[in-house]
C-alpha cells in the first residue's frame, strides 16, 4: 500500500478548465459555421476572448498539476512539506498541532521525524478539497508506518482546544484560503502553543492576504515571544521566484518562532 497525499490542484479543476475550453471551441465552430451579419461578428469576438482565455486557464492548471504531482518530475509539494517539517522539533512526549492537515501529509512527515512526540491533525474537509478526508489521512498515515499521529475534524477560525495544549503547531498553505483576518486566524493557533513552544507555519504571507507581517512579527515579540522571523520561500529555498509567479505563491514564507 502506497501513501496518496493527492495534488494540490485538484483533479477536477483541471478538468473543468479543459472541458470549458473545448466547449468554447465548439461554439465558436457552431457560431462561423451558422450565425451571420452583426450577430455573428459579436459572437465570434465573445466566444473568442472567453475561448483564449480558457485556453490560458488550461495550461495553467496542467502544468500546476504536474508541478505539485507527488511522484512527478518537479514534486513541489514534497519538497515544500519535507522543507517545512525540518524546522519542527517536538520534545519527547510532546504533542504538536497540524491545522489544515488536507491529506495528512506534513502531519506525518513531522511524526516521522518525531517519533517519541504525537501530533494531531485537523482540517474540515470542505467540499472545494472533496478528494481529502480523515480518512484518507489516516491511510496515508498506515501506508508510511506512522502511528504516532492521529486526525480529527476541525475549524482553525475556532479550534477547539485550550489554551496552552501543544509544544508546536504547524500549517502549510492554509490560512489564504479562509476569508477574514489572517493574522487572526495566526493568533488563534498560537492560543494553542504553550509557553515554550515553537510554532512553522508556511503560507502565502503576502501583504494583500495577511496585511502588514512584519508589524505581526514585531507584535509577537512585543507580547513576550522569545522568538518570531519571517523566512522567505521563493528564493530557491522551497522554488524559484518565477515559479512562485506563475503558480500565484509570491510572498510564500515561513513564519517560525518560540513562544
Known amino acids: 500500500m502506497k501513501p496518496d497525499y493527492k495534488n494540490w490542484m485538484p483533479k477536477g479543476m483541471v478538468r473543468g478548465f479543459n472541458i470549458t475550453f473545448l466547449g468554447l471551441c465548439a461554439a465558436l465552430v457552431i457560431t462561423a459555421l451558422l450565425a451571420a451579419g452583426t450577430v455573428r461578428t459579436a ?3 465573445v466566444f473568442g476572448a472567453a475561448t483564449l482565455a480558457f485556453l490560458g486557464l488550461s495550461i495553467w492548471s496542467v502544468m500546476m498539476y504536474r508541478a505539485f504531482d507527488y511522484h512527478g518530475k518537479r514534486r513541489m509539494s514534497r519538497q515544500i512539506i519535507e522543507g517545512t517539517a525540518e524546522y519542527v522539533k517536538v520534545p519527547k512526549g510532546g504533542k504538536c498541532l497540524d491545522v489544515g492537515c488536507g491529506s495528512g501529509a506534513l502531519s506525518i512527515a513531522v511524526a516521522r521525524r518525531n517519533p517519541e512526540a504525537s501530533v494531531i491533525g485537523v482540517d474540515r474537509w470542505g467540499k472545494e478539497y472533496a478528494s481529502f478526508s480523515k480518512k484518507l489521512c489516516e491511510d496515508n498515515a498506515r501506508a508510511e508506518g ?4 492521529t486526525f480529527r475534524q476541525g475549524d482553525a477560525t475556532r479550534l477547539e482546544f485550550p489554551n496552552e495544549t501543544f509544544d508546536a503547531v504547524i500549517s502549510n498553505y492554509v490560512y489564504h484560503n479562509i476569508p477574514g483576518d489572517r493574522q487572526a486566524i495566526l493568533m488563534e493557533t498560537l492560543r494553542t502553543l ?3 513552544g515553537t510554532f512553522v507555519i508556511h503560507d502565502i504571507m503576502s ?3 495577511y496585511g502588514d ?3 505581526f512579527v514585531k507584535k509577537l515579540k512585543d507580547l513576550g515571544y522569545e522568538k518570531a522571523e519571517l523566512i522567505g520561500t521563493t528564493n530557491g529555498k522551497f522554488m524559484k521566484k518565477s515559479e512562485a509567479g506563475w503558480m500565484g505563491l509570491g510572498g510564500s514564507a515561513l513564519l517560525i518562532g518560540k513562544k
Open 43 to 45: 459572437l465570434l469576438i
Open 146 to 149: 506512522v502511528k504516532n499521529v
Open 194 to 196: 504553550k509557553k515554550g
Open 207 to 209: 501583504v494583500s492576504k
Open 213 to 215: 507581517m512584519n508589524a
